[in-house]
Nanobody, 117 residues
């Protein structure tokens, strides 16, 4: 399984960024996909997930600001982040749960998102 994130960067508070994750080596259409993030000095935390059947889940901290979506033909998952806040600053990790099993996921290498105030 290979996950490659892209789209991170530096943005001012109130701005937007879109993260993408390209997946390979997995049956994408039957996998759940998700995003986690890890801020300096903190544990990795759930951000959003989308099931194989397009059901979406969000952390309270991002509900209404972030949107997760998937494209099964391109085997990619996207996290659209709007109204960004400095507390959204973190390394964002894409992950995949193969075979529609919410067990141990596979992880990407992460992409840095920095929101300046």
């Amino acid at each position: 399984v290979h996950l490659v994130e892209s789209g991170g960067g530096l943005v001012q508070a109130g701005g937007s960024l879109s993260l993408s994750c390209a997946a390979s080596g997995v049956s994408f259409s039957t996998s759940h996909m998700g995003w986690f993030r890890q801020a300096p000095g903190k544990n990795r935390a759930f951000v959003a997930a989308i099931s194989w059947s397009d059901r979406t889940y969000y952390a309270n901290a991002v509900e209404g600001r972030f949107t997760i979506s998937r494209d099964n033909t391109k085997t990619t998952v996207t996290l659209q982040m709007n109204s960004l806040k400095p507390e959204d600053t973190a390394v964002y990790y894409c992950n995949v749960w193969p075979y529609a099993n919410w067990g141990t996921p596979y992880w990407g290498q992460g992409t840095q998102v920095t929101v300046s105030s």
